[in-house]
């Protein structure tokens, strides 16, 4: 906010932010400095700048809410300076702001305009530092020593805090310039448009015969991708475009790289596909016209008699990325700036340190061909050819040493950098057309739980522990041992403590996850199970995992579980389960037949009281064919394809197991499925609620975690949430309350208890275990997951009228309004449903009114979401009702009855349906009705009369019906044809659209036009059958519209006879 301003943005010449990428990137981040300020520094937050910041603003008086004195246009904070000055204050247009919390309300209040008042701020305001802490902190701000000079400046004016807040800012402003310097270095480079316009240049100078300054330019391959590029996919990972053979007139062939780097001679690739020619065989140059002017005198000598002249070449400085061929979304999340930010003290210590060379930006490979294997780190050609050699090395070593079957394995298919932290390129042996259609596809709700993590590396050689070099020494050993050094050095390989980042990075950099994945492939039943457990220690580490699906370990693993050895299966099962944790590694397991294998490693006995050892070896299998699909279950196609290969009949027999240790990736398994409606049935018709509810009673709290989450998926159904109740599985829920300090358990007790609510049966019977009171007490101090659920539960319970009372006792009035002001949507929705429940009791009501709760309530109609705008809405109805004086309370909320006209343009039912019955009950007071008159809601109304919803035009009818009470509004109806579609609702099945239709009717009918629309429709035959309803109060309105329209047949009569 300081040099960031003056160095990095792009200003006008009449003082305005340009509309340019970079400019919007800046705003963006400091917008989300100043949101996030007011909560993470709340002491620096309340400091008072030095001067006020002040700018033209498109806020109004209307939007502030509470803590302002509103009086017409102006507006000024409660809070105030020690000279008693507002903290903010508005005046038509201007505001003045002189705190960070101030600044950070009033972002929050600008809603979908925070980016617009951010930059008029910023435009008003150029250099914020000097108003926010004075001339002297804002000089020092600029020094290279500034953390010195403001130590000083603490020692003069003994403010902490005032230096606090100025470390803080330049932190801030270190993070923006270092970002604008990062999307400056990303401009830089070549980009396939350029390199095609320069070849194309190039081939002119191939003709005029003798005159002529090149023989021939080609590219090696006719194939261009979607991006522009020509070359393979495996190596555009490597930032690669293309490959040019170019003929000079005086020298011999050249073969070309093209880079986004530049480009460079390569080893000689004539046609694509040639892999030996791939490496660096020059200096890089900027571009084609360079390089071929060193190394071709001809060309440098004659470019200048052509029309072509090598300035002319296209400039690289404005391109654009280069998306590798067939990306998917699969971004980075954008690192926000919480997890940006240090301690301010630390950072201001450390500022100096030098910068790390290599900051320029990566291109990352196409997803789906790393996928398949073939992404690969940028690296240099040096580190790629000692890596291939290494590789090729040890691959004729543990060929000799292991026999002919892993011959195959050792030949082409994958190799290691020996160089710490780097991987080489691999390629698969699997032909493209032998995948399978759905290979390059998942489930589009499954994220990826594991993203990507930067490698923490020792600093230097020096500072890597003892055990990383005995490591790479055992490895060494590995390689060049017969079969007795081998199992021998296996062992002493599981000495060591592999679960310690340090010794699994020791085993993958000296290339011995290459040797232990090739051991899988001997016939040497030891070496296998050695390799596997160390295999399923390492792959605890996420880089360790994503390597061994890169090296196509993944289906060397699983071709053991075919294997007849028990100890082997579950060794494969147990290291697929570590393996499988992300997306890419879930999808080969399914692609290569591996769900079905480890579906039938469930089938085994374990409720036998006594088990012989092989039986035991079958339980083992089978809990770690479990633990393995639990991995895999976090894909919907997987879920599918365990049910297709009969894993829910294998598992609801597991589930009768007595060991805890098989329990839990069983019901883990199921929990994580249920979210399937297919799982739901068949967890209900295969009885395992009643298991589910018997291991709600065991110690281990894992398991009861998995087992209460099953069930709160499950209770979605009624059947499920009676069949809970019949196995008595409410106490066991009600009682893990008690276990608060565990937010998980906690999380899903609640959510089941929630879900078991919605049925009154269980509602009576929680009332007997006390479960409200212990869940109003869970209503402070909890994690949002926990209160979504509490809050459910708690406004299901509301439902039942002597619980309003309690819950008001407990004070969970207070601690529901409280929870308005959040931003969770799912605990919005809930909790506005919650204080609509509650809305009912009189008593509960003027507790609402008294801590502002409806004005809260209001506020969440601006909300995004539709869901929380219909819950909302449907909350205010019961508030409106039973308010003392709702009337004006209605109106003293500024702005209010616009925002909810306007809501009546939403293309969302529950949200047209909740309005319609907040208007009906707004419209019972008269002064409010002319107000919504002005705002138009007449004709809104009349435009949703087409409408079939049966839901929506119940709530439509009983609107227009109030309406009708101002003015000329029945007039209006009729004018804006909404007279006709009501009368076609009488034709509805559902009796409440017939009742609020019939009372709609007869207030329109009080005019005179309407009532010859109403006979021209046809109203009178279903209103004379209406008139034998059971209901007097529909009778009375069904007649009275019949009278009204015969009055007017009578009068007409008489006009005729007599005129």
């Avoid at 393979?232 to 930032?239: E, G, K």
């Avoid at 654009?320 to 950072?347: C, F, I, L, M, T």
Wanted: aromatic share 4%; glycine share 6%; hydrophobic share 35%.
């Amino acid at each position: 906010m300081g040099s960031s301003l003056t160095r990095a943005a792009q200003w006008t010449s009449s003082g305005k932010l340009e509309l340019t990428p970079m400019n919007e990137s800046l705003l963006k981040e400091v917008l989300r400095f100043v949101e996030e300020f007011s909560s993470r520094h709340p002491q620096e937050a309340e400091h008072v700048f030095e001067e006020p910041l002040r700018w033209s603003t498109t806020l109004v008086a209307s939007d502030f809410k509470t803590d302002y004195d509103i009086s017409d246009l102006d507006v000024q904070s409660h809070e105030k300076d020690s000279e008693g000055r507002p903290l903010l204050q508005l005046s038509p247009a201007t505001v003045y702001v002189r705190s960070f919390s101030q600044l950070s309300r009033l972002v929050h209040l600008a809603d979908d305009k925070k980016l617009e008042e951010v930059q008029a701020c910023l435009e008003k305001n150029r250099d914020p530092v000097v108003k926010i802490l004075g001339p002297s902190f804002a000089s020092v701000l600029e020094k290279h020593d500034a953390h010195t000079d403001v130590l000083s400046l603490e020692d003069k004016e003994e403010d902490q805090g005032k230096v606090k807040l100025f470390l803080l800012l330049q932190n801030m402003d270190n993070q923006l310039l270092s970002k604008c310097l990062k999307e400056i270095d990303g401009r830089v480079g070549l980009d396939p448009g350029t390199v095609k316009n320069e070849v194309e240049l190039l081939k002119r100078l191939c003709s005029g015969g003798e005159k002529r300054v090149l023989k021939s330019v080609r590219y090696t391959s006719d194939y261009v991708f979607s991006n522009g590029c020509r070359a393979p996919p495996w190596r555009q990972a490597l930032n690669e475009i293309c490959y040019l053979v170019i003929e000079p007139c005086d020298t011999e062939t050249l073969y070309i790289t093209c880079s986004t780097a530049g480009v460079f001679l390569n080893g000689g690739i004539k046609q694509e596909g040639e892999e030996s020619g791939y490496e660096r065989a020059s200096d890089t140059y900027e571009d084609l016209g360079t390089l071929l002017k060193s190394t071709s005198p001809h060309f440098a000598g004659n470019t200048n008699e052509q029309d072509f002249a090598v300035q002319e070449l296209p400039s690289t400085q404005k391109i654009q990325h280069v998306e590798p061929v067939d990306a998917e979304e699969q971004g980075q999340p954008q690192r926000s700036y919480e997890q940006q930010e240090k301690n301010v003290h630390e950072k201001a210590r450390q500022q100096h340190a030098p910068n790390k060379a290599g900051g320029g930006k990566k291109y990352e490979p196409c997803p789906r061909w790393k996928n398949l294997g073939l992404g690969s780190l940028c690296g240099e050609a040096e580190e790629k050819k000692a890596s291939k050699s290494s590789g090729e090395k040890s691959g004729e070593i543990q060929k000799r040493k292991l026999g002919a079957r892993a011959k195959g394995k050792m030949k082409a298919d994958f190799s290691v950098s020996s160089i710490p932290g780097r991987q080489s390129s691999h390629k698969i042996k699997t032909p493209a057309a032998s995948v399978p259609v759905d290979a390059f596809s998942e489930s589009s709700a499954e994220s990826e739980e594991e993203e990507e993590q930067p490698e923490r590396r020792a600093e230097s050689n020096t500072d890597l522990p003892p055990e990383y070099w005995q490591i790479q020494k055992l490895v060494k050993y590995l390689k060049v041992g017969d079969q007795t050094a081998t199992g021998l050095t296996l062992c002493a390989m599981m000495d060591f403590n592999l679960m310690q980042e340090t010794c699994q990075l020791a085993i993958r950099d000296v290339g011995g996850l290459e040797v232990l994945i090739n051991l899988l492939d001997t016939d040497e039943v030891k070496c296998k199970i050695g390799s596997l457990k160390i295999l399923r220690k390492i792959s605890h580490n996420v880089q360790i995992r994503r390597t061994i699906v890169d090296m196509g370990g993944l289906q060397s693993i699983m071709k053991i579980l075919d294997l007849p050895i028990k100890d082997l299966r579950a060794l494969a099962a147990e290291t697929i389960a570590n393996v499988a944790r992300f997306r890419r590694a879930r999808r080969t397991v399914r692609r290569y037949g591996g769900i079905k294998k480890l579906v039938k490693l469930l089938d085994c006995v374990p409720n036998l009281a006594s088990l012989t050892a092989n039986q035991e070896k079958d339980v083992e299998v089978a809990r770690c064919g479990a633990l393995a699909l639990w991995s895999c279950s976090k894909s919907t196609k997987n879920k599918e394809a365990i049910r297709k290969a009969g894993g829910v009949f294998l598992l609801g027999r597991l589930l009768k197991s007595r060991h805890e240790d098989m329990l839990i990736p069983v019901v883990g398994t199921l929990q994580e499925c249920a979210s399937e409606e297919s799982y739901r049935v068949a967890i209900q018709t295969e009885g395992m609620i009643k298991d589910l509810v018997q291991n709600l009673r065991s110690d281990n709290d894992e398991l009861q975690m998995h087992c209460a989450s099953a069930i709160f998926k499950c209770a979605e159904d009624k059947l499920t949430r009676d069949l809970v109740r019949t196995y008595s599985g409410l106490q066991p829920l009600v009682s893990l309350l008690s276990k608060a300090d565990n937010k998980q358990l906690l999380a899903a007790a609640t959510g089941a208890i929630w879900k078991c609510s919605i049925s009154m049966e269980n509602v009576a019977k929680f009332q007997e275990y006390k479960a409200l009171e212990t869940l109003v007490g869970l209503l402070t101090d909890q994690p949002e997951e926990v209160l979504v659920n509490v809050v459910g539960a708690v406004g299901e319970f509301a439902q039942i009228p002597a619980n309003k009372a309690t819950i008001r006792k407990c004070g969970g009035i207070k601690s529901l309004v409280n929870l308005l002001t959040g931003t969770n949507q799912a605990l919005l929705v809930n909790v506005s449903k919650a204080v609509g429940a509650c809305a009912t009791d009189m008593d509960n009501m003027a507790i609402i009114d008294k801590l502002d709760g409806v004005r809260l309530v209001w506020s969440l109609l601006k909300n995004p979401s539709a869901d929380v705008q219909s819950s909302a809405a449907w909350a205010l109805c019961p508030c409106i009702k039973n308010a003392k004086d709702a009337g004006e309370m209605v109106r003293s909320l500024v702005g209010g009855l616009e925002l909810i006209v306007n809501l009546l343009k939403s293309t969302n039912n529950e949200v047209l349906a909740s309005i319609c019955a907040a208007i009906a009950n707004i419209a019972r007071d008269k002064e409010n009705l002319a107000v919504l008159t002005d705002h138009g809601v007449v004709q809104l109304l009349a435009k949703l009369t087409i409408t079939t919803d049966d839901r929506l035009r119940y709530h439509l009818a009983e609107a227009v019906g109030h309406c009708c009470m101002w003015g000329s509004n029945r007039a209006s109806f009729g004018d804006a044809g909404a007279v006709a579609l009501l009368v076609r609702y009488l034709k509805s099945k559902d009796k409440a659209v017939n009742k609020s239709t019939t009372v709609a009717l007869y207030q329109l009918s009080r005019d005179p036009n309407n009532c010859i629309t109403m006979h021209d429709r046809g109203v009178v035959k279903p209103l004379v059958h209406i008139m034998g309803s059971d209901d007097e109060m529909l009778q009375e309105a069904a007649a009275g519209c019949v009278r009204n329209i015969r009055l007017l047949a009578l009068e007409n009569v008489k006009a005729v006879l007599f005129h």
